[in-house]
């Protein structure tokens, strides 16, 4: 391969570089199954590649959206740990 086409940073393989998507995922993910009707998701899908995103990246958009339209706020939230910790600084200021 030509110098000038080698990548800079070459995408780390194997079983740690797995570990280490798997726990950065874990950490700032949460997961949760979608069950469509048979044939929706091929068409989200292309809605998705026609607005330039990916699937996921189109779902949370339509989440978000719907849920500023039905509240009339914008959708805001705490990682799960960092709502833990306020949950238990507000239980020990009730105490």
């Known amino acids: 391969m030509p110098e000038e ?8 393989r194997g079983a740690a570089a797995t570990r ?7 950490a700032n993910y949460d997961r949760g199954e979608l069950a ?3 044939g ?6 292309k809605a998705a590649k026609q607005a330039g995103q990916s699937f996921n990246a189109y779902v949370e958009q339509a989440i978000k959206e719907r849920y500023n339209r039905d509240t009339g706020e914008e959708m805001t939230w705490e990682k799960a740990e960092d709502f833990a910790k306020t949950e238990d600084n507000e239980n020990d200021l009730n105490a």
Do not use: D, S
């Open 36 to 38: 469509l009707p048979k």
């Open 5 to 12: 086409e080698k990548k800079k940073y070459p995408i780390p």
């Open 20 to 26: 280490a998507k798997n726990k950065h995922r874990n």
């Open 40 to 45: 929706m998701k091929a068409e989200v899908r």
